[in-house]
Every structure is written in structure tokens, then in C-alpha cells.
């Protein structure tokens, strides 16, 4: 079973920034393409980023583009969200989110992710 584990998440006033990460343990595939999805009370869970395994490939959500960059790590079994400018919009439960695979055909999709985490709270005050 693979297990995601996601940490940085935590309080910050707007305009500020915070970094999240993810990685995953347990059973791990040899590639993997990972994304970043966000759920705010009373909201369905919506798409942020994701990315490729080889990292070549990266999508955005268009209300975090120019903001949010995604990136692995050099190990590529760590995903990090940089998140910059935020604002009290941004505030969410984020989920790291993860499918077997060097890509996949539709990565802003909730339904192409087998595993996810357990979450990490971002609050953003005004």
C-alpha cells in the first residue's frame, strides 16, 4: 500500500508564502506522476498542480498559475508546492495526490489519482 505523507502546511497572513511537501513510503512505484489538489469547507475538492515523473511536464489550476510552482525533488520521490502571494482564497485542506506512471493523459482529473494523503491545513488570514 502506498502511503503519502505531506507536511508544511500551517498559518500565514496574506501575501505570504509557505512550501509544501510530499512523499510518498510503503509499497512506492518506479515512476509515479504527483499532484496537488485542495478541498475548502462547503467546496468540492479542486485541482492545484501536478507533475510528470521526470518533471518536464507541469500543470496548473489558472487561479494559482504565476503563484504556485510545483517541483520534485532530485530524488524525484518528493513533490514540494511552493506557494507564493497567497491569499485568504488559498485557504484549504491540501492533499497530495499520486498514480503509477512517467505522465498521465488527464492530471487536473480527481478521478486519475489511486492514492492520496492526509492532508496538511493552509490558513491564510487577511
Known amino acids: 500500500q502506498v502511503q503519502l505523507v505531506e507536511s508544511g502546511g500551517g498559518l500565514v497572513q496574506a501575501g505570504g508564502s509557505l512550501r509544501l511537501s510530499c512523499a510518498p513510503s510503503?509499497?512506492?512505484?518506479?515512476?509515479?506522476?504527483m499532484s496537488w489538489f485542495r478541498q475548502a469547507p462547503g467546496k468540492e475538492r479542486e485541482f492545484v498542480a501536478a507533475i510528470s515523473w521526470s518533471g518536464a511536464n507541469t500543470y496548473y489550476a489558472d487561479s494559482v498559475k504565476g503563484r504556485f510552482t510545483i517541483s520534485r525533488g532530485n530524488a524525484k520521490n518528493t513533490v514540494y508546492l511552493q506557494m507564493n502571494s497567497l491569499n485568504p482564497e488559498d485557504t484549504a485542506v491540501y492533499y497530495c495526490?499520486?498514480?503509477?506512471?512517467?505522465?498521465?493523459?488527464?492530471?487536473?482529473?480527481?478521478?486519475?489519482?489511486?492514492?492520496w494523503g492526509q492532508g496538511t491545513q493552509v490558513t491564510v488570514s487577511s
Open positions: 510503503g509499497r512506492t512505484f518506479s515512476t509515479y506522476t
Open positions: 495526490a499520486a498514480v503509477g506512471g512517467i505522465t498521465t493523459a488527464q492530471p487536473m482529473d480527481v478521478d486519475t489519482y489511486a492514492y
